[in-house]
């Protein structure tokens, strides 16, 4: 028989050249990486349709609420809304309290609260979001605007300061004064020195 069908013969290469598999393993490996990996045009394309998600809750709608007290002396108001309204809803009446005071609106649809101001009728206010109208009267507002270290035989409270600030649903802070931080809005409340609700989330 003839030795020319012995593929390993003394001097010949067998199988392919080093350089033709560096190049197949390199080539299989691009392909692989393009494949996997979106592409630039891909991840744009992608981007407006999750940036279009609705996060918002459909339980959100627009709230009915009632301004219960005005105390100029504390820059506070106490704001009354129906018991069966939601945590959505309450972030939702916070949010569009900040909007319209970022469109100079605000004094449309709140009375003042820091009146002759040299920044506006609500450069400094507290506004106390309320489910039950016992506990949006003067006297809890102050106790409120005192904080929580105000001495109690200096300021006689009906109501406790530990309890009042448990049936806040939402607090907005604005204070135009510090160009910092001007806006602060919770569920919850928290006062000044860091004692806050059990409920107590911050929003904004």
């Known amino acids: 028989m003839s030795d020319d069908h012995n593929p390993y013969q003394e001097g010949k290469r067998a199988g392919l050249h080093p350089l033709l598999v560096l190049f197949g393993v390199i080539l299989v490996m691009w392909l692989l990486i393009n494949l996997a990996v979106p592409t630039g045009k891909q991840k744009q394309a992608a981007g407006p349709e ?3 998600v609705v996060t918002e809750d459909p339980d959100a709608a627009p709230v009915m609420y009632k301004v219960q007290t005005t105390l100029t002396e504390f820059n506070a108001m106490s704001i009354v809304v129906p018991a069966q309204v939601t945590t959505s809803q309450v972030v939702s009446l916070l949010k569009q309290f900040k909007q319209a005071r970022l469109n100079r609106s605000l004094a449309t649809i709140l009375p003042a609260t820091s009146p002759g101001h040299k920044l506006g009728d609500h450069a400094v206010a507290d506004l106390y979001i309320f489910s039950d109208p016992k506990y949006a009267t003067p006297d809890v507002v102050g106790t409120l ?3 929580a270290h105000a001495p109690g035989n200096l300021y006689p409270q009906v109501i406790p300061f530990e ?5 806040v649903r939402g607090h907005y802070r604005i204070d135009l004064n510090d160009t910092s931080n001007p806006d602060t809005g919770s569920i919850g409340f928290a006062d000044e020195s860091g004692v806050h609700s059990k409920q107590y ?3 904004f």
Do not use: P
């Open 201 to 203: 989330r911050r929003i």
């Open 50 to 52: 999750i940036s279009q």
């Open 163 to 167: 309890e009042a600030m448990e049936h």
């Open 145 to 147: 605007a005192r904080g």
